[in-house]
């Protein structure tokens, strides 16, 4: 699917300035979702909630008062989180039977106050636990890039409509790389900010203790923009934009690097290139951090769904799913107590690491998105299992906390994505240099957009 989409900026100065009204936005939105329906990508339309905010957006501009940032802006939200009047499926089936919710999550609340038009829910992996976006409950979401391809999850709804045109932007969540894996693999931008940088009121937990909801977007700018929105700003933070060509850089390297593909280790070189100052970083225990993070992720989620309902309810549960509750729940405590401690350590050496340098870039992902269904993908040294792969290198970082803007790489063929590591609470710090590599053309949305 090709669209011709204008960014979050451009369509919220249209409508402050009354040369669009924003119902005529949202109508088109509705359509191309509609439209983008051979992707499996939404949920569910949001057409009536919709039209009713674009409606009243436009009748306070006929009355002469100020509207908000992003006046108009439609987006989509990944179903975890709650939107008011709906039920929140988290990628389940089963789900559908529950209440609907009675308010929005804070993340779709704080964008709705700042003018954004929720248009539609997003597809995802069944209660996020998946990397490719196959869902077997209610099949896989299609790659707009090429259709045969996944798009990654969990957050894999909200990628593909983006990439499609659909919106300028939209909400997914991140515990070990469910926005940086679906950005990636579908040639678009997103944030997953610091650990407890923004509210998870109103999303369904995976892993409290690494569990974020982020923005992602078509481009850099309005990536920072809806992440200004979500904080309660009108314009993005201060972003450093001075001087970002001359921040030191530090590519990790073993331990991280070294499991991706070459032509995806050239793309981060060449975006290391473009700074001032580049090192090499080796973490060649790595390894630790990941199975930190897993044991972790599996514990929580166990507990979660425990108390969820999961025993009278398991058998709505599809068997994959099934077998990765059973496994946390079956895991003893001093497991994650012991992984808890090393996450607090692996913390600390991270942070340490910018007592050298600005920002750390690595992968996103080891590959290109690969084909729906494959078990298995043969790289140029390795043999590759993508539903257990896509997060290599993602969760490492989850683990330490760190806030990342993970951008697209567009060369021959399917892009690739980087990760751009900043110190915490430094979001501003990654969305500079991110906007910094697309303007220098290094990084780029691989669908075209007119502004």
């Not at 869902?135 to 957050?155: E, H, M, W």
């Not at 992984?339 to 910018?354: E, I, K, N, V």
Request: hydrophobic share 45%.
């Amino acid at each position: 699917m090709t669209a011709d989409t204008l960014s979050a900026a451009a369509m919220a100065a249209q409508v402050r300035s009354g040369a669009r009204p924003a119902i005529e936005l949202v109508r088109e939105a509705l359509r191309r979702a509609e439209a983008a329906a051979p992707l499996n990508a939404c949920s569910a339309l949001l057409a009536h909630r919709a039209l009713a905010q674009a409606a009243a957006l436009d009748r306070r501009r006929a009355h002469g008062l100020p509207l908000p940032a992003l006046a108009g802006v439609p987006f989509v939200v990944k179903n975890l989180l709650d939107v008011r009047g709906h039920a929140t499926l988290a990628g389940a089936a089963p789900r559908a039977q529950q209440p609907p919710a009675t308010r929005d999550a804070d993340a779709v609340e704080a964008l709705v106050a700042a003018g954004a038009v929720p248009v539609a829910l997003a597809a995802m992996d069944e209660y996020a636990c998946g990397a490719t976006g196959e869902n077997v409950i209610g099949g896989p979401v299609r790659n707009p890039l090429d259709r045969s391809r996944i798009t990654g999850g969990s957050s894999a709804g909200t990628a593909a409509l983006v990439a499609a045109g659909v919106v300028p932007f939209g909400l997914g969540s991140d515990t070990n790389g469910s926005i940086r894996a679906p950005v990636a693999f579908c040639g678009i931008w997103g944030l997953r900010p610091t650990t407890g940088r923004l509210s998870l009121r109103g999303c369904v937990p995976y892993a409290q203790s690494l569990d974020t909801v982020g923005p992602m977007a078509g481009s850099a700018g309005d990536l920072a923009l809806a992440y200004a929105a979500m904080l309660g700003l009108d314009a993005p933070e201060d972003e450093q934009g001075r001087g970002v060509a001359t921040l030191r850089v530090g590519m990790l390297g073993q331990g991280i690097a070294d499991f991706a593909e070459p032509a995806v280790q050239a793309a981060v070189l060449r975006a290391a290139a473009a700074f001032g100052t580049v090192r090499t970083i080796d973490l060649p225990d790595a390894d630790a951090a990941r199975d930190a993070a897993s044991v972790i992720s599996a514990y929580e989620v166990g507990r979660n769904h425990q108390a969820m309902d999961f025993s009278a309810r398991h058998g709505g549960y599809s068997a994959f799913v099934r077998q990765r509750i059973l496994a946390g729940l079956a895991m003893p405590r001093d497991w994650y107590d012991t992984a808890r401690r090393y996450q607090s350590a692996w913390r600390q050496r991270l942070l340490a690491l910018f007592d050298d340098v600005d920002l750390l870039l690595a992968p996103s992902t080891p590959y290109p998105a690969t084909p729906i269904g494959a078990e298995t993908i043969e790289g140029a040294g390795r043999l590759y299992r993508p539903r257990a792969d896509a997060g290599h290198m993602t969760r490492p970082l989850s683990l330490a906390g760190l806030p990342v803007v993970a951008a697209p790489c567009v060369g021959e063929g399917l892009p690739v994505g980087i990760q751009i590591m900043a110190p915490p609470w430094r979001e501003d710090l990654a969305l500079a240099a991110g906007r910094f590599l697309e303007v220098e053309g290094l990084c780029r949305s691989a669908v075209p957009r007119s502004m």
